[in-house]
């Protein structure tokens, strides 16, 4: 049982360039999200994904795209990367909402430099 | 106001002492609190929730919570050096679905 993974764990870009970060849990969990951290500011929302099928804004969405492949899998894509978007991403996952359903499992996180 | 704050520390203690980690939060946070461990470089690891007014216990760990003064504590009892962290609050608001906000965190350190 791995909980959630992520890929990959480091990352260079070049301003202007793409990549996707991939994200997937087995703990057969309903939500999954996407959080950056800045020194300073703590963790921010970017997308999340409410149930399969269903993707939503966060606090910080502007740059950023997501793609909820499956229940397991949610990727967070930037299409044209600036270097505002270096920072730690990290992805989780719960149950789903509501009470204790809302207890969020992070994965190891995604370390990324935008030159 | 920010939704969660905390004190960013750092918040020494020695080995064995109590270690005690405040937030406070705003009007629009509510329900569900959550602690997080964070070690340097690695992710957030769920420590304690806590739903209801009051103390929850779990092990060296004590969660408290007091919706009418809108603050959440928690208490490491018999702290140790591997307690040494970062210690990020958290606590539920509603727009359509109910969502994590943070704290920025509050660095421990636990001297040997």
């Known amino acids: 049982n791995a909980g959630v993974t992520q890929t990959p764990k480091f990352q260079v870009l070049k301003t202007g360039q793409s990549m996707t970060l991939q994200c997937a849990q087995d703990?057969?969990?309903?939500?999954m999200y996407w959080y950056r951290q800045d020194p300073g500011m703590g963790l921010r929302l970017i997308y999340y994904?409410?149930?399969?099928?269903?993707?939503d804004k966060g606090e910080v969405p502007n740059g950023y795209n997501v793609s909820r492949l499956n229940k397991r899998e949610f990727s967070l894509r930037l299409e044209s990367a600036a270097p505002s978007q270096t920072s730690v991403y990290f992805c989780?996952?719960?149950?789903?909402?509501?009470?204790?359903?809302?207890?969020?499992?992070f994965g190891p996180g995604t370390r990324l430099t935008v030159l | 106001q920010k939704e969660v704050e905390q004190n960013s520390g750092p918040l020494s203690v020695p080995e064995g002492a109590i270690a005690s980690l405040n937030c406070t939060y705003s009007?629009?946070?509510?329900?569900?609190f959550f602690w997080y461990r964070q070690y340097s470089g690695k992710s957030p690891e769920l420590i304690m929730s806590?739903?209801?007014?009051g103390d929850k216990e779990d092990g060296r760990f004590t969660a408290q919570l007091n919706k009418a003064s809108q603050y959440v504590s928690l208490l490491i009892r018999d702290s140790q050096p591997s307690d040494s962290a970062t210690y990020l609050c958290?606590?539920?608001?509603?727009?359509?679905?109910?969502?994590?906000?943070f704290g920025t965190g509050t660095r421990l350190l636990v001297s040997p």
């Open positions: 989780a996952s719960s149950l789903g909402s509501g009470r204790s359903y809302n207890e969020q499992f």
């Open positions: 703990m057969n969990h309903n939500s």
């Open positions: 994904s409410a149930s399969e099928g269903t993707t």
């Open positions: 009007d629009r946070v509510s329900q569900s």
């Open positions: 806590i739903y209801s007014n």
């Open positions: 958290a606590g539920t608001i509603f727009t359509g679905f109910q969502k994590l906000v």
